[in-house]
């Protein structure tokens, strides 16, 4: 009797199939969030943190996350004058050191605050300064358009002849989205609190005037006798298209404030530069209340370099 062939077996036919390899998490932490937003924006109160970093749950967790990282001494904190004890937090030397080369931040304006002292003095306009993004950042949220609590960078600064030199306030990147189509836009902020003169404020349009027109002589070229070669604007070292202008304003009541914007109206009208630039540069302003209320695309900024319409920031 021939009894049937059974098929053969091997000790890997029932072998544990093996097990998926670990793929670490592309996201960060909250504690690396926390610490990348303090080192970019150089202070922040805690709702302005629970608002930069867009943060649903309860405030308690970030709580102990910066309860946590002032133990370990990376971020240190003042109280703000009345305010109900609200607390301004800041990077301090070790929090600067850890940061300073991660990839995201590689780069940025050197960090001038990592005292309490040097916090205290630099307060209002800081915070004013992020107040001013948080303005945009929501909007962005709001519309589904691109810009993260990075796509802002404080105290950018550029050259100008005579080895002076621009320094914004801040730079701002933003992507609109709509419809599928995608337009990268770029600005310098200038934040006024009222704290200069009208005229020293409207001096700033000068300055980027000459930063837009500035074609720095090729090194090497200065002692030569033979014609001096420019190596073209010096602007498009870094970027596409020379960026908006944007002055934000508060400080002051209403008609101080829009006094102000008629002075950088009159800049813009009169002095040949700046007209210049002018009708080649998207030049806005508009009230920091205002822009907080309505959105920075509603129609609150006021054109610097063309009829007094008012509009939203990226139609200037």
């Not at 960090?111 to 993004?133: E, F, I, K, M």
């Not at 005579?162 to 189509?181: F, M, N, P, S």
């Not at 813009?268 to 695309?297: D, K, N, Y």
């Not at 006021?302 to 939203?312: F, M």
Request: charged fraction near 20%; charge should be positive; proline fraction near 8%.
């Amino acid at each position: 009797m021939n009894l049937p062939t059974l098929p053969s077996t091997s000790p890997h036919d029932h072998a544990t199939p093996p097990k998926t390899t670990f793929v670490p998490s592309t996201q960060d932490t909250l504690r690396h969030q926390v610490l990348a937003a303090l080192a970019q924006h150089r202070m922040a109160t805690t709702p302005q943190l629970r608002q930069m970093l867009h943060l649903q749950s309860s405030t308690q967790r970030l709580s102990e996350i910066l309860t946590s990282l002032r133990t370990d001494h990376l971020i240190g904190y003042i109280t703000l004058p009345t305010s109900g004890r609200t607390r301004a937090w800041y990077l301090e030397t070790d929090g600067v050191r850890i940061t300073r080369d991660w990839p995201e931040l590689r780069g940025r304006p050197p960090y001038p605050v990592t005292t309490s002292t040097a916090a205290s003095l630099r307060t209002a306009h800081t915070l004013t300064v992020v107040r001013t993004h948080l303005a945009f950042s929501h909007d962005a949220h709001q519309r589904g358009d691109e810009h993260g609590y990075l796509d802002w960078t404080p105290e950018v600064a550029h050259p100008l002849p005579d080895g002076e030199r621009l320094i914004a306030d801040a730079l701002l990147h933003y992507t609109v989205t709509q419809d599928d189509v995608r337009s990268k836009l770029r600005a310098f902020i200038e934040v006024d609190r009222a704290t200069m003169s009208a005229e020293r404020l409207a001096s700033k349009l000068i300055e980027y005037a000459r930063f837009h027109s500035y074609q720095p002589v090729q090194p090497g070229r200065r002692s030569t006798h033979t014609a001096q070669v420019v190596t073209g604007p010096a602007w498009q070292r870094w970027y596409p298209r020379f960026p908006r202008v944007l002055f934000i304003l508060t400080g002051a009541g209403p008609r101080a404030l829009a006094n102000r914007i008629a002075d950088l109206k009159a800049m813009a009208a009169e002095h040949p530069m700046v007209a210049a630039t002018a009708r080649q540069v998207p030049l806005g302003a508009a009230v920091l209340e205002e822009m907080e209320e309505a959105g920075p695309q509603a129609p609150v900024w006021t054109r610097l370099g063309a009829p007094s319409d008012r509009c939203g920031w990226t139609e200037l």
